[in-house]
């Protein structure tokens, strides 16, 4: 697991900008985790660029799509011929 920067909810409303910086700018996801320290009530927050990014993988995977993705990535041409797409298949 990811070791992140954490919060309580009052020290999180107090540093709100900088946490918007953190996770927009350095790309550092932070946790707000209650005064009580229940972590089951935790949340974390990341970049809308990051949350879209990993939905996206999820989606991928969810579909059985991202072994397809990843080969796609790693091809060493670089290049993509638009007419060998399948586009049915996609």
């Known amino acids: 697991m990811i070791n ?19 996770v ?3 790309r550092k996801p932070v946790t707000v985790t209650p005064a009580n320290g229940n972590e ?3 949340a ?8 879209e ?8 995977e969810n579909t059985g799509e991202l072994p397809k993705a990843r080969e796609r990535s790693t ?3 670089g ?3 638009i007419d060998d797409i399948d586009w049915d298949k996609l």
């Open 40 to 42: 089951d009530e935790a």
């Open 75 to 77: 091809d060493d041409s």
């Open 44 to 51: 974390v927050v990341v970049s809308k660029r990051d949350w």
């Open 4 to 22: 992140l920067e954490n919060y309580t909810p009052t020290s999180a409303r107090k540093n709100f900008y900088k946490i918007l910086k953190d």
């Open 24 to 26: 927009n700018i350095q």
């Open 79 to 81: 290049t993509t011929n």
């Open 53 to 60: 990014s990993m939905a996206e993988t999820i989606y991928l």
